[in-house]
Nanobody, 124 residues
Framework: QVHLVESGGGVVHTGGSLRLSCAASGPSISSYAMGWFRQAPGKEREFVAAIAWSDLATYYPDSVKGRFTISKDNANNTLYLQMSSLKPEDSAVYYC?????????????????WGQGTQVTVSS
C-alpha cells in the first residue's frame, strides 16, 4: 500500500509560482500512474494533472495547461506539481493520488491511494 504525503503549499500572489511535492512511501511509484487533484470549499474535487506509469506521458485540463507541470522522480519516489502564473481561482486544497495501473485518468474514482492534501492560496 502506498502512503502519500503532500507538501509545498502556501500563500502566493497572483502570477506567482509554487512547487508541490508528494512523497510516497511503500512500493515504488514507478509502477503507479499518478495524478493531482484540487478541491475548493463548496466545490467538487477537480482534476489538475496526471502522469502515466511507463512513458511518463502527461495530461492536463485546459484550465491549467501551459501553467502547471507534473513530473515524477522514481528514484526518490516523489511526485511534483510545478505551478506558475497562479490565479486566485487556483486556490484550493491540492491532493496527490496513485492508481495501480499504467494509464492516466482524470476521474478521482479511478485512483486507489490519496494524500491528506496541502493548501494553496493565491491572493489577488
Amino acid at each position: 500500500q502506498v502512503h502519500l504525503v503532500e507538501s509545498g503549499g502556501g500563500v502566493v500572489h497572483t502570477g506567482g509560482s509554487l512547487r508541490l511535492s508528494c512523497a510516497a512511501s511503500g512500493p515504488s511509484i514507478s509502477s503507479y500512474a499518478m495524478g493531482w487533484f484540487r478541491q475548493a470549499p463548496g466545490k467538487e474535487r477537480e482534476f489538475v494533472a496526471a502522469i502515466a506509469w511507463s512513458d511518463l506521458a502527461t495530461y492536463y485540463p485546459d484550465s491549467v495547461k501551459g501553467r502547471f507541470t507534473i513530473s515524477k522522480d522514481n528514484a526518490n519516489n516523489t511526485l511534483y506539481l510545478q505551478m506558475s502564473s497562479l490565479k486566485p481561482e487556483d486556490s484550493a486544497v491540492y491532493y496527490c493520488a496513485a492508481r495501480r495501473v499504467e494509464g492516466m485518468s482524470r476521474r478521482a474514482k479511478d485512483y486507489d491511494y490519496w494524500g491528506q492534501g496541502t493548501q494553496v492560496t493565491v491572493s489577488s
